[in-house]
């Protein structure tokens, strides 16, 4: 079964970015404009997302502490589903964490939580170069 499932996988679109708060336009630039000649129909959702995830990688990761640290993007599409994963440097102090009560005062802290309600799926694990986190939108 799984290798069906590695078959079915179409990458659309990969890159390596820096680890600073311009590449989280840049990629969303490049992940809309991928979405959109794919047919893709949940853009927005994917765009919010994928900033979402950009962002905490570069706040929470070796990736945006480290000089010259990046980040990657890899958009992949399989039938009906369209999955975004980011690459960070990870980093020893810091998991990624579902806030449990998001109406809280602070500023931060409600990016999983997007994720964990607007996502099909989302996971994470420990790559070989670092932390993927990844989102999976049914279409």
Known sequence: MGVSVALSR???WY???PGVAESVPLARRY???VLVSAG???IDDALLLTSELLGNAIRHS???REPG???SVVVCREVGVVR???IDQGSPSSKPEVVVDPNGE???GRGLWLVSQIASMWGWHEGVTGQVVWFQLAE
């Open 10 to 12: 179409s990458v659309l």
């Open 15 to 17: 890159a390596d970015l």
């Open 31 to 33: 992940v809309r404009d």
């Open 40 to 42: 893709c129909t949940r």
């Open 62 to 64: 070796d990736s945006g």
């Open 69 to 71: 640290g990046s980040v």
């Open 84 to 86: 975004v994963e980011v």
């Open 106 to 108: 602070g500023c931060g």
